[in-house]
């Protein structure tokens, strides 16, 4: 060919520069080649002529390719917006990949093209999986999928639910055709990081930071589609300041929930649940939907769940979700399964950490684990649902009063409409002020909420939502609408309340008051518990076994406690005492009936009721 410099603006478009080009055998070469001649245009001034008569010629090679398979040349000839790759002994083209065998015979690997064009590498597990893409009706399209179902002719017919024309007579062969293009050409196919979860990864955040990409679970498919940003911005933030304006803690409340979900984790705490619980049409569902739109479409099967599902489920959503909030509409609607085993899904999901489990390799799957919020609603509190204080600890009720909106079916549509702007504009600004101020502020927070008579792990979890909410408020809204904390403070639970200990108190003497037959020797049942006697509930060392078991309390931690408190009576050292019953000894636990009464019979002064008639005037 004539030297570069050589030629003009109208040699470099002969066709005679164009039949030297494609008559090099040397593939490398002739892209090296390539590249200069389109310099060389550019230079001159006529690029755009020069690629136009490029991609007539590369289309009329490509005819060539597809009809005389000796021009293949060991590359893959597929028209589309892929660069060609290295196949060995393959002919792949448009009509077809097939094997060549002795005698001019060839097997069929696929009717289609199909290549690998992209590794991606998880950050969580280190496992890789490949981005396919495949023609099928002139239209092509990429899927992701785990490298080890494209490794076996047993896995890889799983393709043909996704579309690709593979059976069990050509899987052997479309395993070798995508293993050689992908050794053949390791340089050219990127590799790019991936992540199955969102919300904070490495440095960034997912979805919004496309340096990592997803590769999630397909099941999960609709929640990440469901987080973008969808119709007018200016209208939402219009809609939710009016909104804010009312005064309505429910509103101001689950909002702060919804973005306290991505401080969770940097601020090392523990997942907890905000349960929304009232009565039918006061406004929970919409509400619901409110703190949705700060992240997600709110619309029906999209970003919001349910209970009507397996714990497996909820934990690998909870995985897949890792710092974005969970949201389960309606806690009455369970499955049998999670109705069963109310106590300790909130247990779980509050861990932050999902079970160990082994795979078929007798090796461990990758341990889910997760930080955030978890907003619920329902018609009752969600801690009627648990008995054990440990459980309730985690949960922050907001019961939801009348007529929280003036037009539900109004903020319920807009939210539909408008959504998802709010979610990464406070990432924005969480990247711009830092953590070390954010944990400033939460500390300072939670100093000024702290009651000794309240619970820790409550009073930690409602300092992340005032810190949500004092961000959003200066930041975001900047409508000076803030929590107040006499306001805030009305969710928190008194530790007397949440004791254990104290509620197995109470417990028990519902259950003898229940059963006071039971303990009367009058009676005419033939169960006896016990008997009452000196304002004693003396229990039977079974029957005291078993309503402790049925209220799923420790009998060993209850007893501890109320000696300390001088609610039982104790023999030798021991918890419990000998008592003589239908001419038998019995082991029974002597517990006071009314702990304002001390053995002596008198009552204490500061439990007494003062307020009734006294013997004087």
Same mark, same amino acid.
């Given at each position: 060919?004539?030297?570069?410099?050589?030629?003009?603006?109208?040699?470099?478009?002969?066709?005679?520069?164009?039949?030297?080009?494609?008559?090099?055998?040397?593939?490398?070469?002739?892209?090296?080649?390539?590249?200069?001649?389109?310099?060389?245009?550019?230079?001159?001034?006529?690029?755009?002529?020069?690629?136009?008569?490029?991609?007539?010629?590369?289309?009329?090679?490509?005819?060539?390719?597809?009809?005389?398979?000796?021009?293949?040349?060991?590359?893959?000839?597929?028209?589309?917006?892929?660069?060609?790759?290295?196949?060995?002994?393959?002919?792949?083209?448009?009509?077809?990949?097939?094997?060549?065998?002795?005698?001019?015979?060839?097997?069929?690997?696929?009717?289609?093209?199909?290549?690998?064009?992209?590794?991606?590498?998880?950050?969580?597990?280190?496992?890789?999986?490949?981005?396919?893409?495949?023609?099928?009706?002139?239209?092509?399209?990429?899927?992701?999928?785990?490298?080890?179902?494209?490794?076996?002719?047993?896995?890889?017919?799983?393709?043909?639910?996704?579309?690709?024309?593979?059976?069990?007579?050509?899987?052997?062969?479309?395993?070798?055709?995508?293993?050689?293009? +992908?050794?053949?050409?390791?340089?050219?196919?990127?590799?790019?990081?991936?992540?199955?979860?969102?919300? =904070?990864?490495?440095?960034?955040?997912?979805?919004?930071?496309?340096?990592?990409?997803?590769?999630?679970?397909?099941?999960?498919?609709?929640?990440?589609?469901?987080?973008?940003?969808?119709?007018?911005?200016?209208? =939402?933030?219009?809609?939710?300041?009016?909104?804010?304006?009312?005064?309505?803690?429910?509103?101001?409340?689950?909002?702060?929930?919804?973005?306290?979900?991505?401080?969770?984790?940097?601020?090392?705490?523990?997942?907890?649940?905000?349960?929304?619980?009232?009565?039918?049409?006061?406004?929970?569902?919409?509400?619901?939907?409110?703190?949705?739109?700060?992240?997600?479409?709110?619309?029906?099967?999209?970003?919001?769940?349910?209970?009507?599902?397996?714990?497996?489920?909820?934990?690998?959503?909870?995985?897949?979700?890792?710092?974005?909030?969970?949201?389960?509409?309606?806690?009455?609607?369970?499955?049998?399964?999670?109705?069963?085993?109310?106590?300790?899904?909130?247990?779980?999901?509050?861990?932050?950490?999902? %079970?160990?489990?082994?795979?078929? +390799?007798?090796?461990?799957?990758?341990?889910?684990?997760?930080?955030?919020?978890?907003?619920?609603?329902?018609?009752?509190?969600?801690?009627?649902?648990?008995?054990?204080?440990?459980?309730?600890?985690?949960?922050?009720?907001?019961?939801?009063?009348? %007529?929280?909106?003036?037009?539900?079916?109004?903020?319920?549509?807009?939210?539909?409409?408008?959504?998802?702007?709010?979610?990464?504009?406070?990432?924005?600004?969480?990247?711009?002020?830092?953590?070390?101020?954010?944990?400033?502020?939460?500390?300072?927070?939670?100093?000024?909420?702290?009651?000794?008579?309240?619970?820790?792990?409550?009073?930690?979890?409602?300092?992340?939502?005032?810190?949500?909410?004092?961000?959003?408020?200066?930041?975001?809204?900047?409508?000076?609408?803030?929590?107040?904390?006499?306001?805030?403070?009305?969710?928190?639970?008194?530790?007397?309340?949440?004791?254990?200990?104290?509620?197995?108190?109470?417990?028990?003497?519902?259950?003898?008051?229940?059963?006071?037959?039971?303990?009367?020797?009058?009676?005419?049942?033939?169960?006896?518990?016990?008997?009452?006697?000196?304002?004693?509930?003396?229990?039977?060392?079974?029957?005291?076994?078993?309503?402790?078991?049925?209220?799923?309390?420790?009998?060993?931690?209850?007893?501890?406690?109320?000696?300390?408190?001088?609610?039982? #009576?104790?023999?030798?050292?021991?918890?419990?005492?000998?008592?003589?019953?239908?001419?038998?000894?019995?082991?029974?636990?002597?517990?006071?009936?009314?702990?304002?009464?001390?053995?002596?019979?008198?009552?204490?002064?500061?439990?007494?009721?003062? #307020?009734?008639?006294?013997?004087?005037?």
């Amino acid at each position: 060919m004539e030297p570069l410099d050589r030629l003009d603006k109208d040699s470099i478009l002969t066709e005679r520069v164009f039949q030297e080009l494609f008559d090099q055998e040397d593939e490398i070469k002739k892209a090296r080649l390539m590249i200069a001649l389109a310099d060389r245009a550019e230079e001159l001034g006529v690029k755009v002529k020069f690629n136009t008569i490029l991609r007539a010629y590369k289309k009329v090679d490509r005819e060539m390719r597809k009809k005389s398979p000796s021009l293949v040349e060991n590359w893959t000839n597929f028209e589309g917006p892929y660069d060609n790759m290295r196949c060995g002994l393959w002919i792949a083209s448009d009509h077809g990949i097939y094997a060549q065998k002795e005698g001019g015979l060839e097997d069929v690997a696929c009717y289609h093209p199909i290549l690998p064009i992209e590794r991606l590498k998880n950050l969580e597990t280190g496992d890789e999986q490949l981005k396919l893409a495949f023609k099928r009706n002139n239209r092509w399209e990429e899927i992701i999928v785990p490298k080890d179902l494209i490794a076996t002719a047993g896995k890889i017919t799983a393709l043909s639910k996704r579309g690709v024309a593979v059976t069990s007579e050509n899987a052997k062969l479309l395993v070798r055709f995508l293993s050689d293009v +992908e050794n053949f050409n390791d340089n050219q196919i990127q590799v790019q990081y991936s992540t199955s979860k969102l919300g =904070w990864i490495k440095s960034g955040f997912i979805p919004y930071d496309t340096e990592i990409v997803f590769d999630g679970d397909s099941r999960f498919k609709q929640v990440f589609e469901s987080i973008e940003q969808h119709g007018t911005r200016e209208l =939402w933030y219009e809609h939710i300041r009016q909104l804010r304006k009312t005064g309505r803690l429910e509103i101001k409340f689950m909002l702060a929930a919804a973005f306290a979900s991505v401080l969770i984790g940097p601020l090392g705490a523990l997942p907890f649940f905000v349960d929304l619980w009232g009565e039918t049409e006061g406004g929970k569902s919409v509400t619901l939907m409110l703190a949705c739109s700060v992240w997600a479409s709110p619309d029906e099967s999209r970003y919001i769940g349910d209970f009507k599902t397996t714990d497996v489920a909820l934990e690998a959503r909870a995985d897949l979700l890792n710092n974005l909030p969970m949201m389960l509409d309606d806690t009455s609607k369970t499955s049998s399964r999670i109705r069963d085993n109310f106590e300790g899904i909130v247990y779980d999901l509050c861990s932050g950490k999902g %079970k160990s489990r082994s795979n078929k +390799e007798l090796g461990m799957n990758r341990e889910n684990r997760w930080r955030n919020a978890i907003l619920t609603n329902g018609e009752r509190p969600l801690n009627s649902y648990v008995t054990q204080g440990g459980a309730i600890n985690r949960i922050l009720e907001v019961e939801c009063g009348e %007529k929280v909106y003036r037009d539900p079916q109004t903020t319920a549509e807009l939210v539909k409409k408008n959504y998802g702007f709010a979610g990464r504009e406070f990432v924005s600004v969480l990247k711009k002020i830092g953590f070390e101020e954010v944990e400033r502020i939460q500390r300072e927070i939670q100093r000024k909420i702290h009651n000794d008579e309240k619970m820790q792990k409550q009073s930690i979890s409602l300092s992340i939502v005032l810190t949500a909410d004092r961000i959003v408020t200066d930041h975001l809204f900047k409508d000076g609408q803030y929590i107040s904390l006499d306001d805030a403070a009305q969710v928190l639970v008194d530790r007397n309340e949440l004791s254990d200990n104290e509620r197995c108190y109470q417990y028990i003497l519902s259950e003898v008051d229940i059963n006071r037959a039971k303990f009367d020797a009058m009676s005419q049942t033939n169960e006896k518990w016990g008997m009452i006697e000196h304002g004693y509930a003396v229990i039977y060392n079974n029957i005291f076994d078993s309503i402790c078991k049925k209220g799923g309390f420790s009998r060993k931690a209850f007893l501890s406690w109320a000696d300390r408190n001088g609610l039982i #009576q104790t023999q030798g050292g021991q918890l419990t005492k000998v008592k003589k019953a239908e001419g038998k000894t019995i082991r029974c636990v002597f517990i006071k009936m009314d702990a304002s009464i001390d053995e002596n019979g008198f009552q204490s002064v500061e439990d007494a009721d003062i #307020q009734e008639e006294l013997p004087f005037k």
